[in-house]
């Protein structure tokens, strides 16, 4: 029977120590506890958290793990909410910076001698947006105006259905499905709503807001208790849709839909918005918008967190563009072909028509 390495069980016992001992003052963290905090940026199961403190036949973790459990054990803010939470690197204080730069290099020291001729893990975990720490999470959509329904948005109709009601389906059926699928882990799926069907609890949540304000009371409502510079106006050259204003060192910019020359005008492409900002409401929770000129902009901003082929290429110019923000608003050009919206990539020459982000907050010392 082949022993263990000596340093193998070195290293699996520092991990269970800190697990089970860095914080005596702290609730006891779970193997499960862990391995859904550090999921944060890459599915990890309690398992394999398991594995990698067992001492007898331990398994070796990558490199890019033992980043995660150094960034999470730096500072006790990752537990100091109902549920464990990994922090940003850039949120950490300069005293959790050097705790993290010290347990970084005990456990990648530990690991070395493991295995001295491993090439470095140059692996960058995308991340991903629409995945949750904690809920509850509301996905608000415009309700269609009064002349804009069928007769199956009638409750009297024998075959009335509910979402006949809703404006910008495709764009809350894409994300709804999407966001329930990155979040198994929380107890309560994601809820949508009409804005008159808004309930008090939902305001503490994660709120995504989906249309733009012609429709959108929520969208008119919270745009007021928000810092955002894009601004979305009624003009009389359009009675289709609200187009998207900016100011740019003191000078207004405008941003229109485009359409095709001829007689018969065809959208060719829509401008839309994606924007995150704290929840005015809960700090703690996000505020998000999929906004768009028209429905093809909406839905164009949707699809580009959760198309399977630009999601991960999106999310890495997101955290590359505005990675230590608190606040950011991207504004795009959404094609339009054969009458489809088409998926922007933020990364191709003249997709991103306009950006901003703010800063997040140094941390407070006590």
Not at 157 to 185: F, K, M, V, W
Not at 217 to 246: A, C, H, K, N, W
Not at 334 to 348: C, L, Y
Request: with cysteine; glycine share 6%; net charge negative.
């Amino acid at each position: 029977m082949q022993s263990v390495p000596q340093e193998a069980t070195r290293l699996a016992r520092r991990l269970r120590q800190l697990r089970e001992q860095e914080w005596e003052d702290a609730p006891l963290l779970t193997q499960a506890k862990l391995a859904k905090a550090l999921s944060a940026e890459e599915p990890l199961t309690a398992g394999t958290v398991s594995s990698w403190e067992n001492n007898k036949t331990p398994k070796l973790p990558p490199e890019r793990r033992l980043r995660a459990y150094a960034r999470f054990f730096a500072t006790q803010r990752s537990v100091e909410t109902p549920s464990p939470r990994l922090l940003p690197l850039g949120e950490l204080s300069p005293e959790e910076r050097a705790r993290y730069e010290e347990l970084l290099t005990e456990l990648l020291g530990l690991r070395s001698k493991l295995a001295p001729e491993q090439p470095a893990d140059d692996y960058v975990p995308v991340p991903r947006s629409w995945h949750f720490n904690e809920g509850p999470i509301t996905l608000f959509c415009a309700e269609l105006p009064q002349d804009q329904k069928g007769r199956l948005a009638d409750p009297k109709d024998p075959n009335y259905t509910e979402l006949q009601r809703y404006a910008d389906i495709d764009s809350l059926t894409e994300l709804h499905g999407h966001i329930r699928a990155e979040n198994p882990q929380l107890p309560i799926p994601p809820h949508f709503r009409i804005p008159s069907e808004m309930q008090n609890d939902d305001l503490t949540g994660h709120i995504i807001i989906i249309g733009g304000v012609g429709w959108n009371d929520m969208s008119v409502e919270l745009s007021r208790d928000v810092t955002l510079p894009v601004q979305q106006v009624e003009v009389p050259e359009l009675d289709t849709g609200e187009i998207f204003l900016v100011k740019v060192d003191g000078e207004e910019r405008r941003f229109l839909p485009e359409w095709s020359e001829g007689e018969q005008k065809l959208l060719t492409a829509d401008v839309g918005l994606l924007a995150r900002v704290p929840n005015p409401h809960n700090s703690s929770r996000t505020l998000t918008i999929c906004n768009g000129i028209h429905s093809r902009g909406v839905y164009g901003s949707v699809r580009t967190l959760t198309d399977t082929s630009l999601r991960d290429s999106n999310e890495r110019y997101i955290a590359a563009n505005f990675g230590n923000s608190a606040s950011f608003a991207i504004l795009m050009r959404v094609r339009v072909i054969q009458n489809k919206a088409t998926t922007p990539d933020f990364n191709s020459k003249g997709v991103v028509l306009y950006q901003w982000h703010a800063p997040r907050p140094e941390p407070q010392s006590p």
